[in-house]
RNA sequence: GCCCCGUUCGUCUAGCGGCCUAGGACACAUGCUUUUCAGGCAUGGAAUCGCCGGUUCGAAUCCGGCACGGGGUACCA
C-alpha cells in the first residue's frame, strides 16, 4: 500500500486562515496521522486578482498556533517543490497542452462580453448557462494561427454523452450527467490555471492519494475526475465533509459569524479547545464524550464515520469547551497564557496570585480583564453609590487598620462579626465592601482578593471610598 | 431554472429492523451550595426521528415520491 500523503490548499484571498479551513486541515491532518502519512500544505494562489497581502504568511502561523505540522509546504519545501502554484505555471500549461494534443481540450477565444450575452440568452430559453462550445470547432490550422495575436482560454472538452462517476468515502456513490458539466476553462488567458487544473495535476504529482475536502467541491469533482480519465492518471480516494454552517445554516461566512483564525486567538481561545469542538462537528467519540484531545481524536477518528450534514458552528458551546480546558490547565501554565495574552503589560507575580481565583470564573482569556483589572489599577468609579456608607467604611477601614495578620480567613472572620454586630445582611455588607476595594459588582472572591491586594492597598482604597 | 448533497430536541449529536414510551452534551429554567460572579451538585422542560406512501410480525433505522434546507452553476477558490 502506497504511503498516504494528504493535503490542505487554502488560497491566500483572506485575512487569515478561515476556521472552515482548520476544520478541513483538522481532518486531514489526523487522518493522515493515524496512517502515519504525510500531511502537506499547498497555496493555490491563481487568483490574482483575489490575492490578499501577507495572507499566506497569517495562514502558515495559525496552522503553527493549532499545531496542525505539516510535512511538506512553501515555508519548509518538500520533494515536490515549489509548493505554491503561482510558482508552478509552466507545469500547467505543460499539461494543458497535453489536452489540447490529446483532443480533450480545445482554444476559446470568446471574450468576457461573448459569455456574458451567451449565458443570458441561455437562461432565457430556459437552458443550463454553460458555454455553448462555439470554439471547439474552430479548425486546428486556424487557432494555430490565432493563438499567436489573440488572447485565448484553454478549456476541458466535456464528452457530449455519458455520465462521470465517482465514489466518495463518506457519501457512496455519486454521478453526473456530461451533457450538464461545463466546458470548464483549464488555463485562463493570464497564463494562469484554473483551480481545477492546478488542483489535478499537482495532486497528481504530488502523489496525494486522498483528497478530503468540504462538500463545497463536489459539484466539481465530476470534472477533475474527466481530467484524471483524460491524463491517465489513478483517482485518488475521494471524501467530501461537511462545510460548516452559520446559525441560519447558510454556509459559514464572516458575515454571520467570526471566521478567521486570529479573531478566536485575540478572544483568548485555546487552540486544543477549538480543535476538540471541531472535531465534534460531524462526528462523535465512539464513547459519547465531548472532551478528548487530539491524540485520542486520532486514536477514534474513522473518515468513513463523519456525517455529510452541515452542522451550524455554535460559540455558545465553543466558550463552554474553552471554559473546561482553562479548568483543567495547570495553573503555572494558565498563568503564562494569560500574561502572554495581554502581551506580558501586567506583573507575572501578580497574575500568578490570581490564577487559582479566577480558574473557574472565566471561559476565554480575554475574560481575565474585566474581573481582575482592579488589581493593576485603582478603580476610579464605583458601580454602585457608596455615598450612603461612608461611616460603615470609616469603620471597616479602622478595624482593618488594626489587623496584624493580613491574611484572607482573618480578613474575612473580623468582616464577618462586624456585618453581625452591626445587623447588616452579608450580601449587602460585602458588596459594599466589594466595590469601595475593587470598584465592581463583579469579583473574584474578595477576601482572597484583599489578602493579594496587601494591607496597605485596601486601606488606601476603602478610605479613599469613604471620603 | 438546472445539477448535486442532505433532513433525529433551539444547537452539536447517539442510534445501523425489535434493547427507543429516542440517549448524551451545549443552551435554557428551577433548586441547593453562597459574600458578588462563576464553578459544583440536583431536578426539569425540550425531537410523534420533515411529510406521505410502501416493505416487514415489527421502521428513526430499508425503498419510493414530495416538501424543506444547503452547496454548485465564473477566465473565484
Not at 27 to 41: A, E, P, S
Not at 90 to 102: F, G, M, T
Not at 295 to 321: Q, S
Request: with cysteine.
Amino acid at each position: 500500500m502506497e504511503k498516504v500523503r494528504c493535503r490542505i490548499a487554502p488560497s491566500p484571498t483572506g485575512q487569515d486562515l478561515h476556521i472552515g479551513n482548520v476544520y478541513t486541515a483538522l481532518i486531514n491532518y489526523v487522518f493522515t496521522l493515524q496512517n502515519k502519512g504525510r500531511f502537506i500544505v499547498r497555496i493555490e494562489d491563481t487568483d490574482r486578482a483575489r490575492i490578499v497581502a501577507g495572507s499566506e504568511k497569517r495562514i502558515l502561523s495559525s496552522l503553527e498556533w493549532f499545531g496542525i505540522k505539516h510535512d511538506e509546504g512553501p515555508d519548509i519545501g518538500g520533494p515536490f517543490s515549489p509548493y505554491r502554484q503561482s510558482e508552478r505555471l509552466k507545469l500547467y500549461a505543460d499539461h494543458a497542452e497535453i489536452l489540447i494534443r490529446k483532443g480533450y481540450a480545445y482554444y476559446c477565444f470568446c471574450t468576457p462580453a461573448d459569455l456574458e450575452k451567451m449565458r443570458a440568452l441561455r437562461i432565457k430559453e430556459g437552458k443550463p448557462p454553460l458555454y455553448d462550445g462555439r470554439c471547439r470547432k474552430i479548425d486546428a490550422r486556424v487557432w494555430r494561427d490565432r493563438i499567436k495575436k489573440e488572447k485565448y482560454v484553454i478549456r476541458l472538452k466535456v464528452p457530449e454523452k455519458g455520465r462521470t462517476v465517482f465514489n466518495d468515502v463518506i457519501r457512496g456513490e455519486i454521478s453526473f450527467e456530461n451533457r450538464l458539466l461545463d466546458d470548464q476553462v483549464l488555463l485562463k488567458s493570464d497564463g494562469f490555471p484554473t483551480y481545477h487544473l492546478a488542483v489535478v495535476v499537482d495532486d497528481h504529482l504530488m502523489k496525494i492519494t486522498h483528497i478530503i475536502r468540504a462538500e463545497e467541491w463536489i459539484s466539481s469533482t465530476p470534472k477533475h475526475v474527466l481530467l484524471y480519465g483524460f491524463f491517465g492518471w489513478p483517482l485518488p480516494i475521494i471524501a467530501h465533509g461537511p462545510v460548516l454552517r452559520n446559525p441560519d445554516k447558510s454556509k459559514l461566512s464572516k458575515r454571520k459569524n467570526p471566521v478567521w483564525a486570529s479573531w478566536y486567538r485575540e478572544k483568548g481561545f485555546l487552540p486544543e479547545a477549538i480543535l476538540n469542538y471541531l472535531a465534534l462537528m460531524g462526528w462523535s467519540h465512539p464513547d459519547g464524550i465531548d472532551i478528548f484531545s487530539i491524540l485520542e481524536f486520532i486514536k477514534k477518528f474513522r473518515l468513513e464515520d463523519l456525517k455529510p450534514v452541515g452542522p451550524a458552528f455554535d460559540l455558545k458551546k465553543l466558550e463552554w469547551l474553552n471554559g473546561e480546558y482553562i479548568r483543567r490547565t495547570p495553573n503555572s501554565k494558565l498563568k503564562s497564557q494569560i500574561w502572554e495574552f495581554y502581551d506580558k503589560l501586567y506583573p507575572a507575580d501578580l497574575i500568578d496570585k490570581t490564577v487559582p481565583l479566577i480558574k473557574e470564573r472565566i471561559k476565554i482569556l480575554s475574560d481575565y480583564r474585566p474581573l481582575c483589572r482592579f488589581f493593576f489599577k485603582e478603580p476610579k468609579e464605583y458601580e454602585i453609590d457608596l455615598s450612603l456608607h461612608k461611616n460603615l467604611l470609616k469603620e471597616i477601614a479602622q478595624l482593618l487598620g488594626n489587623l496584624n495578620n493580613w491574611q484572607a480567613d482573618n480578613i474575612g472572620d473580623l468582616m464577618q462579626n462586624l456585618a453581625r454586630k452591626l445587623k447588616i445582611k452579608n450580601a449587602d455588607f460585602f458588596m459594599i465592601l466589594r466595590v469601595a476595594v475593587t470598584g465592581q459588582k463583579i469579583t473574584p472572591p474578595l477576601n482572597e482578593s484583599m489578602e493579594i491586594l496587601g494591607k496597605k492597598v485596601v486601606l488606601s482604597r476603602i478610605k479613599k471610598a469613604s471620603l
